[in-house]
């Protein structure tokens, strides 16, 4: 992926800030909502699978599906 940016600089030439063009600004928009939406997957199932090992460990009681989906 190769990106035409345009860099602002300070008076003194350090940069300040970087301009993208719009149509790569809205993918990589795109991209960063799926990447955090597939990071809240692995973390809900990773949540999912604690649970899980707590069940069979006798720690944490198990849910009925009527019940669980009576929560929603």
Request: glycine fraction near 4%; proline fraction near 4%.
């Amino acid at each position: 992926m190769t990106f035409n940016l345009q860099y602002v600089t300070g008076r003194n030439g350090t940069p300040k800030a970087v301009q993208v063009p719009i149509k790569e600004w809205e993918r990589l928009m795109k991209d960063y909502a799926h990447a955090k939406q597939m990071s809240k997957l692995k973390n809900d199932l990773r949540e999912a699978i604690t649970e899980i090992e707590n069940i069979k460990k006798g720690k944490k009681k198990p849910v009925l599906l009527k019940d669980f989906l009576n929560e929603l």
